[in-house]
């Protein structure tokens, strides 16, 4: 079964300061793997996905993630936080061939002005 | 095109009562997917419905909870008999026929279920 692991609950960074939200994968096949943020009291909004393409896929809001099959890992980044970056993010995959996504259990960004 | 949309947005029942959560797919989707996250918790895969089908149920609860999306309307979600543990969000997401574009869904607002 597919699983992603995202290390950390709670994040904190500065404004101005590198972002780096940490998530792993676990998959027998290749993965489609997604980022997806969430705003207090809000539905989820998708950030960036990747599909077997390029292995550093650019997003909206300035964020990026890079597919490292070596590590299993698909790690989202974004080099200047900004205030409004504060959300809940999550990490998700999904098995091809296979409708089920399967989500991370969440990182909250915390962004100290 | 209008998005994913939900209602209601908040929902409060208490112990004992029905909750029916209703979703809409974007125009032209007709897969839907239902999902809880209960407070501090990621998104549950609770079901996934084409029109008129259950495709996979595995993550419902095997009692009270029952899912439908009929060929005209909207699809359901029904709570029988609401307990407390019961209180979350629940979400919606939708893809078009023949399966997810590349496998994304996309996501309603959902519906803020509290039991009192």
């Known amino acids: 079964a597919q699983s992603v692991t995202q290390l950390g609950s709670h994040v904190s960074v500065s404004e101005g300061a590198l972002v780096l939200l940490r998530c792993n994968y676990s998959s027998s096949v290749p993965p489609y793997l997604f980022w997806y943020v969430q705003y207090p009291n809000q539905g989820l909004q998708l950030l960036l996905k990747?599909?077997?393409?390029?292995?550093l896929v650019k997003g909206i809001n300035g964020f990026e993630a890079e597919f490292k099959k070596s590590e299993t890992s698909f790690h989202l980044t974004k080099p200047s936080a900004h205030m409004s970056d504060a959300a809940e993010y999550f990490c998700?995959?999904?098995?091809?061939?296979?409708?089920?996504?399967?989500f991370g259990t969440g990182t909250k960004l915390q962004v100290i002005p | 095109n209008a998005g994913v949309m939900q209602n209601p947005r908040h929902l409060v029942r208490r112990r004992g009562q029905e909750a029916r959560l209703r979703c809409s797919p974007m125009k032209g989707h007709s897969h839907v997917y239902w999902y809880r996250q209960l407070p501090e918790e990621g998104l549950k895969f609770m079901v996934y419905l084409q029109k008129e089908n259950i495709i996979d149920e595995s993550g419902m609860p095997k009692e009270r909870f029952s899912a439908e999306f009929p060929k005209e309307g909207p699809s359901i979600l029904r709570i029988q008999q609401v307990v407390r543990g019961d209180s979350a969000a629940y979400f919606c997401?939708?893809?078009?026929?023949?399966?997810?574009?590349?496998?994304?869904?996309?996501f309603g607002p959902g519906t803020r279920l509290t039991v009192t």
């Open positions: 990747y599909t077997s393409a390029a292995t």
């Open positions: 998700a995959v999904v098995d091809g061939g296979y409708q089920k996504v399967t």
């Open positions: 997401a939708s893809s078009p026929p023949g399966g997810l574009k590349d496998y994304e869904q996309y």
